[in-house]
């Protein structure tokens, strides 16, 4: 029996390395396909480098919304929530004049209260997350139309130091440390992970399993929150939409968060995060390059992403997956 | 005189219309190992459910050592000294082992907000090798570990901090032999503490030998307390079923030839490091049982033969040619399996009785245009249920109320409904209680004797040894010996083969 443990044991530390090998093997990938597609406007470190750059924004929101849907909940408002956060902490910097404090603390405390709505609602309503989020949507992107005022809203140029490197990739960086850190060094990380397991029993043992939920929403909020303050300053000015087109924002970071709960048996769902919105962004920015009609692009990168992440969860035989 | 550590003080408590524990009142002394016996739905369960927390208590009063207490969840059950170990899984997947035993007790190693992670391996690691669960890291992730490892740190959780009561509920049942050894190692070592221990099971030769005195509920009803060393255990049927329980308990014939026709015939089935190359014939009319430790293999058999292994290697074929490779195929020519696992495996629990029992008839109940009738589809269950004698207000209550014994009715109700040929019957009267025990044995000879063939997977030897016509021994996922009936056989027989 030792042996078989300490076999187990063996196994752990080369299930993390493998993780990191499979990973990176699907960025080099998704990077050589590409490369050898088109050679000539693909793929330079440079170009790599800005690749990278804009992985970190989906990156930033991925890592907090990973607490919600490790929890089993799921939340359709992530665009919405951005829009609304983006087009808050622009009016706050720009119109009232607050600069990075009112761009910063607005996007943070827009994302908090989105999550506290979000968290509450669904606590409350008893209705599936899924169906909770999506009516919301609507009334965030009703909201952010209203402070808009219809009209584009756009970040001075001299607030846009989390557009460009250094500032997005050390605001970044103090994001995916804060996510690691509730993770795995607060009880937060440990009741994510028993609330996701069995929350019957994690009731039983006395965790107050709404109020994690809810702070589940709020900590993904926030997390949202610094990505609204990384998509403004990267792309200077946000429009509020309506009738549900925020959704389309929904897509990136969900798909990282996928590679997060793939590779959450490796152990090391944060860093998979970060690699896999590489990763998408690679077959984005290669599809760009290519200059291939945007259907296609569409299809292609959503099968791709499928058949990566079938390929890369480990799923037991016999397991249910839903 | 002994001290008392529990009153238990007219307790009551309702589900709905069901009175689930009726006015109960008796003691618990310290340091006694004090069992609790009943049918199932006797209200055992409920009524330590209330005192560990899991249940709010309807009315009356527990008072531990003169002080009343009522924990609203098992962490305030556990500062009350106050801890349970559950029939099923309790341990949380996605959580190290260490993340596991502390559950819900984390504050001591959170300072300032912050989890210090070495402290709680390093403490964790400690009682692992205190209780001599050495190949168990605290610092591995939990799904690691099989059931009985888990069930292992599962004992730990529940008793590292010494408290006052452990509850005992049904675990044994999930156990192999050596599982079931420790846990009798740490009950006697936490009596010898002066502490208690509240044991359930449904083993009534190991209430006698492991416990000091035995209350026995009926319906929800105290009935009475009992000193162990003055009853036998026709005593304790008779006080939980009410009545003597007559007749014979086993099926009572020896000799009887089995037929030479094989209904169903394994050959050489693998299972990757679960079977190995196993080979048997299941004859027309015969009860065949598989025996052995939990892990020798033995349950996989049923699935196995049911279609529901993966990378089985070998064939399972019936009479008439066919090759049982997938479940459709298997429910298809009339071969039903209950497995082990109910709860996961066999039960739908939050669907309705009537459902679960009708699932896998609803082709066979189906009327023109494939229409399904509800009155049809009501009269089927309601017949059934009544036949498996299911305790429900109706069949539309959900399996998921019913007691762990209920709810394996309703698993064998389905089965029974299906007038299925073949049975592959994985522990039938696990956390059963005795009356039915003796109604699914009956059931079982009849079935015999109308040419249905058994395969009876059991930890439990005297029932294989009671019920069937031959019995396979497995040990390390092979065969390893083969005993036919006999009034001769006894349980150290087939140990000698099981070890």
Known sequence: ?????????????????????????????????????????????????????????????????????VMGMFDFSIGAAIILASIIGCKLAASMGLGYMGLIGGCLIAGAIIGILNGVFYIKLRIPSMIVTTGLALIYEATANIIAGGVEQTLPSDLRMFGQMPGNLILALLTFAAAYFILNYTKIGTYTYAIGSNEFIAKNMGINVNKYKILAFVISGIFFGIMSILTISYGSSMVAVTGMASMSRNFIPTMGCFFGVAFKKYGMPIQAIILGEFMINIIFYGFVALGAPTAIQDVITGFALLIIITLTTKINKGEIVK | MSEIRLQVQ??????????????????????????????????????????????TIGSGKFILDGKEVHPKNQVEANLEGISIIVQELGTLSGLTVAENIFLGHEDQFVKHGIKNREAINRKANELLQQYGFKHIKAEHQIDEYNFED??????????????????????????????????????????????????????????????????????????????????????????????????????????????????????????PNVLEDVSFDLHKGEILGFGGLSESGMHEIGKAIFGASYDRTGTVTLADGTEINDIPTAIKHSIAYTSKDRDNESIIMNQSIGDNITLPSLDDLAGKCKLLSDKKLSDFANKFAAQMSVKMQNIDQFVSDLSGGNKQKVVLARWIGKDSDILVLDSPTRGIDIKVKQDIYQLMDTMRKHNKSIIMISEELMELIGMCDRIIIMKDGKLNGELPRSRDLDENLLISKMV
């Open chain 1, 1 to 69: 029996m030792d042996s078989t443990k300490n076999a187990v044991g063996g196994k752990k530390m080369s299930a993390k390395v493998k993780g990191y090998l499979i990973l990176f093997a699907l960025v080099f990938v998704s990077w050589l396909i590409f490369k050898i597609l088109t050679p000539d406007n693909f793929g330079s470190p440079e170009n790599m480098l800005s690749y990278f750059q804009a992985s970190l924004i989906a990156s930033a929101g991925a890592v907090g919304f990973y607490f919600v849907l």
């Open chain 2, 10 to 55: 007219n307790l009551c408590k309702s589900f709905g219309i069901t009175k689930a524990v009726q006015n109960v009142s008796f003691n618990i002394n310290k340091g006694e190992v004090h069992a609790l016996i009943g049918e199932n739905g006797s209200g055992k369960s409920t009524l330590t459910n209330m005192l560990t927390g899991i249940y």
């Open chain 2, 150 to 271: 888990r069930k292992l740190v599962e004992i730990v959780k529940a008793t590292y901090f010494h408290p006052k009561i452990v509850v005992i509920d049904e675990t044994t049942t999930a156990l192999s032999q050596e599982g079931r050894e420790e846990l009798y190692k740490h009950m006697d070592r936490i009596r010898k503490e002066g502490n208690t221990v509240i044991f359930i099971s449904h083993d009534l030769p190991e209430i006698l030998d492991k416990s000091d005195t035995i209350t026995i509920m009926r319906d929800g009803v105290y009935i009475d307390t009992v000193k162990s060393a003055d009853v036998t255990e026709d005593d304790l049927k008779r006080l939980m079923v009410g009545r003597e329980v007559t007749g014979d308990y086993y099926r009572p014939d020896y000799g009887e030839k089995v037929s030479d026709e094989v209904v169903l015939s394994v050959r050489n089935v693998s299972v």
